[in-house]
T-cell receptor, first 111, second 115 residues
Framework: DQQVKQNSPSLSVQEGRISILNCDYTNSMFDYFLWYKKYPAEGPTFLISISSIKDKNEDGRFTVFLNKSAKHLSLHIVPSQPGDSAVYFCALTSGTYKYIFGTGTRLKVLA | NAGVMQNPRHLVRRRGQEARLRCSPMKGHSHVYWYRQLPEEGLKFMVYLQKENIIDESGMPKERFSAEFPKEGPSILRIQQVVRGDSAAYFC?????????????FGPGTRLTVT
């Protein structure tokens, strides 16, 4: 039973354009949502988060959107840069330390 | 570098041997979490420890796996009598506080290969 899904295993985007990564979940108990970026041979690095009381959080080029009714989370990166090429994981929690991770989306930003 | 340290980075074991994975949390962090990532899957929570205490091991397989975080030294994830299905990347994370939601900071992982 997969509670968190990232349905696009990979995504290619031209440098300077917008990258949109998506994450869908089934459990309405999740109330805190995070995005992590992972380079090969490294651990995940925290990127941005949002709590369920908000629908948008912005940090520089990164914006996370939360649609609670649709149980949908997305990460927008604009403008995309080649250094953004990595695997992106969404991680969800119902208010505790126990994160539930998605399967990841591999983003490739083309120069 | 004051980040989360894990060693070894790569570990090869034959079936039936023991694997010991070590994790040193970030300076000032006393909460440690272990996750496992199987090929083509997301990270799966295994265990949450504080110094000398296992707080939640609900994600640990019931047999062969154990974890500790002694008063001194790194946290250890121990897998006895490894099988091929244990081949995975094992990540450790730490946070300054626990129980509630805090961003967890991850180490580079240990890639275990069982031959």
């Amino acid at each position: 039973d997969q509670q968190v899904k990232q349905n696009s295993p990979s995504l290619s985007v031209q440098e300077g354009r917008i990258s949109i990564l998506n994450c869908d979940y089934t459990n309405s108990m999740f109330d805190y949502f995070l995005w992590y970026k992972k380079y090969p041979a490294e651990g995940p690095t925290f990127l941005i988060s949002i709590s369920s009381i908000k629908d948008k959080n912005e940090d520089g080029r990164f914006t996370v959107f939360l649609n609670k009714s649709a149980k949908h989370l997305s990460l927008h990166i604009v403008p995309s840069q080649p250094g953004d090429s990595a695997v992106y994981f969404c991680a969800l929690t119902s208010g505790t330390y126990k994160y539930i991770f998605g399967t990841g989306t591999r983003l490739k930003v083309l120069a | 570098n004051a980040g989360v340290m894990q060693n070894p980075r790569h570990l090869v074991r034959r079936r039936g041997q023991e694997a010991r994975l070590r994790c040193s949390p970030m300076k000032g962090h006393s909460h440690v979490y272990w996750y496992r990532q199987l090929p083509e899957e997301g990270l799966k929570f295994m265990v949450y420890l504080q110094k000398e205490n296992i707080i939640d091991e609900s994600g640990m397989p019931k047999e062969r796996f154990s974890a500790e975080f002694p008063k001194e030294g790194p946290s250890i994830l121990r897998i006895q009598q490894v099988v091929r299905g244990d081949s995975a990347a094992y990540f450790c994370a730490s946070s300054p506080q626990g129980l509630e939601v805090y961003e967890q900071y991850f180490g580079p992982g240990t890639r275990l290969t069982v031959t």
